[in-house]
């Protein structure tokens, strides 16, 4: 069984496009989070819901909007894609932020092309 | 503002070829640093959590090892299969849990 799944694994889309990125994590954890991966393979937080509460929301276009409908899920919706927005976007879990050293497990990635 | 340095940011080595990746880190209180591996196409796949300073944790043929200022990852007779990218990542003291990863040391190993 996959711990966290994200859907779609490929997506190619034009500019101007909306486009949703969806994440289930079925680890029980109760927080989850988007990550970036840019072209440098640099891995960057974007937002970290916990117990769909939002609690990271770090400095990110707000074209992104999170929505998190229970503690499995942590979805991504992007408005007006941009070319600058062609990524890796990863989704991660974890349990109890406030634990020291809560191990952090990632999805598989979710490759995004706009073109 | 948490900080992570990996180096170097490619390692070619020989199949038992032994050596070590390093991570140097700036953190306010810090609550863990974390190894990851990448392979290409793939998600991190975490390997340990290292907590306070002289702590080590060995994992097959990769051992990591932690001071206050910087983390080591040896790496004893690879094989090509160790070939990924490595990546360090710390936990902060006011992070909420989010990581702050570094570059990544990108690894091949040749048989």
């Known amino acids: 069984d996959t711990a966290v799944s994200q859907t779609p694994k490929y997506l190619v889309t034009q500019m101007g496009n909306d486009k949703s990125i969806k994440c289930e994590q079925n680890l029980g954890h109760d927080t989850m989070y988007w990550y970036k991966q840019d072209s440098k393979k640099f891995l960057k937080i974007m937002f970290s819901?916990?117990?769909?509460?939002?609690?990271i929301n770090e400095t990110v276009p707000n074209r992104f909007s999170p929505k998190s409908p229970d503690k499995a899920h942590l979805n991504l919706h992007i408005n007006s894609l941009e070319l600058g927005d062609s990524a890796v976007y990863f989704c991660a879990s974890s349990g109890h932020r406030g634990s020291a050293g809560n191990t952090i497990y990632f999805g598989e990635g979710s490759w995004l092309t706009v073109v | 503002e948490d900080q992570v340095t990996q180096s170097p940011e490619a390692l070619r080595l020989q199949e038992g070829e032994s050596s070590s990746l390093n991570c140097s880190y700036t953190v306010s209180g810090l609550r863990g640093l974390f190894w990851y591996r990448q392979d290409p196409g793939k998600g991190p796949e975490f390997l340990f959590t290292?907590?306070?300073a002289g702590e080590e944790k060995e994992k097959e043929r990769l051992k990591a090892t932690l001071t206050k200022k910087e983390s080591f990852l040896h790496i004893t007779a690879p094989k090509p299969e160790d070939s990924a990218t490595y990546l360090c990542a710390v936990q902060g003291g006011t992070s909420y849990g989010k990581l702050t990863f570094g570059q990544g040391t990108i690894l091949t190993v040749h048989p």
């Open positions: 290292l907590y306070s």
């Open positions: 819901y916990n117990n769909k509460e939002l609690i």
